[in-house]
T-cell receptor
C-alpha cells in the first residue's frame, strides 16, 4: 500500500518568509500526488496535484510543488508566507493499482505564520 | 455551484447508540468517498462508491460501520453500537469520476462525539 510521510507536525514561518512543507511517498509505481489545505472547521481544499504531466506544478494562492521521482518527493513551497496561509496542509497519494482514487494522506503540517 | 454538503455538522451521542451521517455530493459526480479524520489516526479512507459498481469497503474499520448510496447520489454512513474510539470528523468527498487523477471535492465534515 502507498504511504506518505510529512515531517514536522507544526511548522512556524515568519510572514514574508519561504514556506517549505516536505512530502515523501513510498511507491513502486508512479503515483498521483496531491496537496490539500484545511482551514479551521472547514473541509479539505485542493491546492495542486501532480498527474504525470509537468513535474513542477503550480497551484492556487501562490503555492507550487515539484515532483522528484529519484527522491520520491513532492515538496510544497510558497516564496512569501501570508497570514492567511495559516492552516493545516496534507499531502496525499493515489495508487493507480487500486483502480479508483482512494487517497492515502500524510499526518499533516499545521502551519503557523508569525507576524 | 453547490459543493458537497454533509449533515449534521455536529453529532453527540452516547456509547452504544447508532448514528447516521449524511452526504450530498456535487450534482453529476459519480464517485463518492468517505474518510475519517481523528487525532490519533489522521485521515483514513473508509469506503468508495462509483456509479452502480460494488463499493470498495476495504477501509471500514469494523462491521459496525456500513454505508449506502441511494440512486447514485446521496450517501449515508451508519455506525452501529458506537464506541468512544469512533469519535472523529467524518468527511465525505465526491469527484466527477473515479479516475485516479480526478480532484476530490470535500464537504465540511460531521464531527461525531461519543460520550
Amino acid at each position: 500500500a502507498q504511504s506518505v510521510t510529512q515531517l514536522g507536525s507544526h511548522v512556524s514561518v515568519s510572514e514574508g518568509a519561504l514556506v517549505l512543507l516536505r512530502c515523501n511517498y513510498s511507491s513502486s509505481v508512479p503515483p498521483y500526488l496531491f496537496w490539500y489545505v484545511q482551514y479551521p472547521n472547514q473541509g479539505l481544499q485542493l491546492l495542486l496535484k501532480y498527474t504525470s504531466a509537468a513535474t513542477l506544478v503550480k497551484g492556487i494562492n501562490g503555492f507550487e510543488a515539484e515532483f522528484k521521482k529519484s527522491e520520491t518527493s513532492f515538496h510544497l513551497t510558497k516564496p512569501s508566507a501570508h497570514m492567511s496561509d495559516a492552516a493545516e496542509y496534507f499531502c496525499a497519494v493515489s495508487d493507480p493499482r487500486y483502480g479508483n482514487n482512494r487517497l492515502a494522506f500524510g499526518k499533516g503540517n499545521q502551519v503557523v505564520v508569525i507576524p | 455551484g453547490a459543493g458537497v454538503s454533509q449533515s449534521p455538522s455536529n453529532k453527540v451521542t452516547e456509547k452504544g447508540k447508532d448514528v447516521e451521517l449524511r452526504c450530498d455530493p456535487i450534482s453529476g459526480h459519480t464517485a463518492l468517498y468517505w474518510y475519517r479524520q481523528s487525532l490519533g489516526q489522521g485521515l483514513e479512507f473508509l469506503i468508495y462508491f462509483q456509479g452502480n459498481s460494488a463499493p470498495d469497503k476495504s477501509g471500514l474499520p469494523s462491521d459496525r460501520f456500513s454505508a449506502e448510496r441511494t440512486g447514485g447520489s446521496v450517501s449515508t454512513l451508519t455506525i452501529q453500537r458506537t464506541q468512544q474510539e469512533d469519535s472523529a470528523v467524518y468527511l465525505c468527498a465526491s469527484s466527477s469520476s473515479g479516475r485516479e487523477a480526478d480532484t476530490q471535492y470535500f464537504g465540511p465534515g460531521t464531527r461525531l462525539t461519543v460520550l
